[in-house]
């Protein structure tokens, strides 16, 4: 499975923490990388540089310059989990297509013709970022093999 970060922040030392997809937020120290990864060390030093880390396009890593970067899920795995964000509708929909995808050992261009939906569109999906229509996911998880069905825990006092 790939967990995608959607926001990073960096605290005091060198701890960063990281906020995913599926609203876990993750703190990770890097300077227990320090001895596997020597080059890291440089972040302790600078904290300029530190701090002026962004994650990658793809949410899957930090990188902070062309020589220094660190991958997500190794913060995944081995942080510390400090709370939870509220995800959208829409992260959890993609989420689940993510998963789905994965679990069906396809890629985003093979669902984009197995359901005739734009991989541009399924990747902005995937990440959260998109509004799909029910019937494009309805579509998207009929190419899967997959049913759709929808639930709403929601009431209206009038």
């Known amino acids: 499975m790939f967990v995608r970060a959607k926001k990073v922040r960096f605290l005091e030392d060198v701890l960063v923490e990281l906020t995913f997809q ?32 962004q994650l990658d396009v793809g949410g899957y890593g930090i990188i902070w310059n062309d020589e220094l970067d660190f991958d997500a899920m190794s913060i995944y795995e081995s942080g510390k989990v400090v709370g939870r964000e509220p995800i959208s509708a829409n992260e959890k929909i993609g989420m689940l297509l993510l998963l789905t ?35 494009k996911i309805e579509r998207l998880f009929a190419a899967l093999n997959k049913q759709v069905s929808f639930s709403c825990e929601a009431s209206l006092d009038i």
């Open 22 to 53: 599926d609203g876990k937020i993750i703190q990770y120290d890097m300077s227990r990388m320090f001895s596997k990864y020597p080059q890291l060390e440089e972040l302790r030093s600078n904290r300029s540089l530190f701090e002026n880390g």
């Open 101 to 135: 995808r994965e679990e069906a050992g396809i890629t985003q261009t093979e669902l984009a013709k197995q359901s005739g939906i734009n991989q541009a569109d399924i990747s902005r999906i995937e990440r959260g970022v998109g509004n799909p229509t029910l019937a």
